[in-house]
Nanobody, 123 residues
Framework: QVQLVESGGGLVQPGGSLRLSCAASGFTLANEAIGWFRQAPGKEREGVSCIVNIRAYYSDSVKGRFTISRDNVKNTVYLQMNSLRPDDTAVYYC??????????????????WGQGTQVTVSS
């Protein structure tokens, strides 16, 4: 059974950091494209990062601040988020691509989703 479980969210002050985890079961992360998405209240779900093989991709809104990585032994993907801003506040989800490709980084191209983890950036 394919399952993704996110963790690591929380409340952080502007300029702070968080590391999100996406633990997978039922399949091997290293063989798949895994994306991170976020959804703020009243907004559409937005793709922010993806990793496939040794390649990592970022949306313009997080480039230079977020880093995606993968631990093949733990079967887990991480999203290190630095220099957080209030507009990063959202529920963050990880998901597995339907086709083994990161692109398009749109939610309809991803088949399996975690339950999400809340990130709130506020002073």
């Amino acid at each position: 059974q394919v399952q993704l479980v996110e963790s690591g969210g929380g409340l952080v002050q502007p300029g702070g950091s968080l590391r999100l985890s996406c633990a997978a079961s039922g399949f091997t992360l290293a063989n798949e494209a895994i994306g991170w998405f976020r959804q703020a209240p009243g907004k559409e779900r937005e793709g922010v990062s993806c990793i496939v093989n040794i390649r990592a991709y970022y949306s313009d809104s997080v480039k230079g601040r977020f880093t995606i990585s993968r631990d093949n032994v733990k079967n887990t993907v991480y999203l290190q988020m630095n220099s957080l801003r209030p507009d990063d506040t959202a529920v963050y989800y990880c998901a597995r691509s339907r086709k083994g490709s990161c692109f398009p980084l749109r939610d309809y191209e991803y088949a399996y989703w975690g339950q999400g983890t809340q990130v709130t950036v506020s002073s």
